[in-house]
């Protein structure tokens, strides 16, 4: 359907025509031995020069020949063909972006799991370690305020262990704030 091909003598003039699309403008002057193409609106052709070889090996031009088709029905399908190229690509860009999204959860669950495990760990640890150090540092405070009951060479001792204690306290409640 709406096609035909048309045979012209070497005069250019009609001879046969056959198909149901009526194509009425004439031929160009010049047509190259390749042939060429030719759009007129939705149109479009290909006109082509037929030849005959004789015994002597030349080539006698017999006529033309146009084979004609209407590009209507092919440039609905192409605009056809672009919405649904459109929407079919946007809708796996969508699949995609959703299945990425589940997918990045999904490898974040065990990452997440663990973060919580280790915050729980610092906070449990940090809790027990506060009340041996609380006692740590209650009993050499006692000490250093009763100095005359230690023996002289143990008092740098006691110091130095409140200042470890303290130290201590220190990094637990920072420990603590960081939970």
């Given at each position: 359907a709406d096609t035909s091909i048309q045979w012209?003598?070497?005069k250019k003039q009609l001879i046969v025509h056959e198909g149901d699309l009526s194509v009425e403008s004439p031929l160009p002057e010049t047509i190259p031995p390749s042939g060429f193409f030719r759009e007129q609106g939705e149109i479009r052709?290909?006109?082509v020069p037929s030849y005959i070889s004789l015994p002597s090996g030349d080539r006698q031009k017999l006529g033309y020949i146009r084979a004609s088709a209407d590009m209507d029905f092919l440039h609905a399908e192409l605009a056809r063909l672009r919405w649904v190229l459109t929407i079919g690509?946007?809708?796996?860009c969508l699949f995609a972006l959703l299945g990425s999204i589940w997918l990045v959860r999904e490898s974040l669950k065990p990452i997440l799991k663990n973060l919580e495990q280790l915050k729980q760990?610092?906070?449990?640890?940090?809790?027990e370690l506060r009340s041996p150090l609380t006692a740590i540092r209650t009993s050499a405070d006692v000490m250093q305020q009763h100095l005359e009951r230690i023996h002289a060479s143990d008092r740098d001792k006691v110091k130095a262990i409140a200042s470890a204690s303290e130290q201590m306290?220190?990094?637990?409640?920072?420990?603590?704030l960081l939970t």
């Open positions: 012209y003598d070497q052709s290909y006109i690509g946007s809708v796996a760990f610092t906070a449990d640890a940090s809790h306290s220190s990094l637990v409640e920072d420990l603590l």
